[in-house]
């Protein structure tokens, strides 16, 4: 099995990863960099934190290695602050949006960028073969300023008196990392914030760490009684963003269209990198301004390196991910939500560019399914993939079918234990039957 999965290493604590393997990653990725090599951490608000910060930090001090630490932070932050900084790579100890029970690490380099996948086989390859460097001991330091850092950034890049103070906001943050640190740089700004799930808790009591229709419920009650306009929900690390009204959630593919389109007509550049697991409203979305979608596999760091590679205007991924080259090849809902606010007066835009375009129909369900059976499972898909008649099917991450009036994508988590079956259609039929047949030929594979 490998150690990376689709956004970094992830697991069960405890189970998946201890704080052994945690050292030794530390110990891989010390023995990478050059000596005296500078490398800062942060953390979400999970309870483990602590524990696996303690065996990361350790790892690193062994190799020689000065280490800082920045504490609770959104992975925005920790991505912008490693290069603005002048470290020479950044550990952000999270599971995003994944349970409480589970935690991970994400690492960044100088320039802000995820680690690509050749960095993340060297890191891979010295963990297995253990063959560790051991230097002096490193120095630890405790960084400070982190919110006021962020902030001058992007006060920088994003006038504050192109936000609109009228618009009241709810800011949940689902009691993960971008807790407290949101709602008061958005103060800072000028906006009308109303907190919710506004205090750090890794075992995130509000609500689901992973901000989606079923978990939002209260959010979008709690909006309608406040009288607030918007609601900006992050998970658990704030890499992900998405957004609610005072009719319900906004979707997924709806906001990461909209935002694009605005990106586009800002930067001039003609380009959208997304990912396959990307429905078509984003491409009628931007049609009309001459741009292009480029999809390319699933993961924040693909689209990060694919928005690079074709000078993209964004990179998104419809699960509320965004790139803006503006800030930094890595993702940043914070400043993405700015640039939406920025640019919007009333939040009723959104429905109403939607309602001029053709109606489609996105479902995403999954099938729990151990690690190890993934590949195996996957192969026995993509044999049977003929089944179902596509004109065309699609084998670069997963496998996408793709139909006259619908799509299908039967794709492997690369952050789970579980199988992904998510399709679009112009009708709803449709798009339940293509479901359930996805579910109904994973299934028996599975349980084999």
């Known amino acids: 099995m490998h150690l990376f999965g689709t956004s970094g290493i992830r697991g069960v604590v405890n189970k998946d990863l201890t704080t052994e393997l945690c050292r030794e990653v530390a110990q891989a990725l010390g023995t990478a960099l050059p000596p005296r090599a500078r490398v800062c951490l942060a953390t979400d608000t999970r309870v483990s934190r602590e524990a696996l910060k303690g065996a990361i930090f350790s790892g690193l001090l062994s190799c020689g290695i000065e280490a800082t630490d920045l504490g609770i932070l959104p992975t925005p932050a920790l991505a912008l602050l490693t290069r603005e900084w002048g470290f020479d790579s950044g550990v952000m100890v999270t599971a995003s949006h994944n349970p409480p029970e589970f935690n991970g690490i994400k690492l960044f380099n100088k320039d802000s960028m995820g680690y690509s996948k050749t960095q993340e086989q060297q890191i891979e390859e010295l963990f297995r073969e253990k063959k560790f460097r051991v230097g002096g001991p490193g120095g630890f330091h405790q960084g400070q300023g982190m919110r006021e850092s962020y902030l001058r950034f992007i006060q920088d890049r994003l006038p504050t008196k192109s936000l609109d103070s009228n618009l009241r906001i709810v800011v949940d943050p689902g009691n993960g990392a971008a807790s407290g640190f949101v709602s ?8 009308k914030v109303i907190p919710l799930n506004d205090t750090p808790d890794g075992l995130f009591p509000g ?30 690390d ?9 009719d319900g959630f906004l979707g997924f593919n709806e906001p990461i269209a909209f935002i694009s389109r605005l990106l586009i007509e800002e930067s001039g550049k003609r380009k959208v990198a997304t990912t396959v697991e990307t429905g078509r409203l ?8 001459g741009a292009e979608v480029v999809r390319g596999k699933v993961g924040d760091v693909d689209v990060a390196y694919l928005a690079r590679e074709v000078d993209a205007a964004i990179g998104v991924e419809q699960v509320g ?11 940043d809902s914070i400043f993405a939500t700015l640039t939406l606010l920025s640019r919007m007066r009333e939040v009723a835009e959104i429905r109403a560019f939607f309602e001029r375009m053709p109606k489609l129909f996105f479902e995403k369900r999954k099938v729990s399914c151990p690690n190890q059976l993934k590949e195996t499972v996957m192969g026995k898909v993509a044999e049977k993939a003929g089944l179902f008649g596509a004109k065309d099917i699609n084998t670069l991450d997963g496998v ?3 139909f006259e009036d619908s799509w299908m994508l039967i794709r492997a988590s690369g952050t789970e234990p579980a199988i992904r079956v998510v399709t679009e259609s112009t009708s709803v039929s449709k798009t339940k039957e293509l479901v359930d047949r996805g579910i109904q030929l994973i299934k028996p594979l599975v349980e084999g």
């Not at 991910?321 to 993702?331: E, M, N, Q």
């Open 184 to 191: 008061e740089l958005f103060a800072e700004m000028g906006l």
């Open 207 to 236: 609500r689901n760490p992973e901000p989606k229709e079923d978990t939002l419920w209260n959010t979008v009650e709690f909006l309608r009684e406040m009288d607030a306009d918007l609601a900006v929900c992050f998970d658990g």
């Open 238 to 246: 704030a890499d992900r963003v998405t957004f609610c009204d005072k």
């Open 282 to 289: 984003l491409d009628l979305a931007v049609e009309d301004l």
């Open 321 to 331: 991910v965004y790139i803006i080259p503006k800030a930094g090849y890595y993702p």
């Open 400 to 402: 996408r079918l793709e």
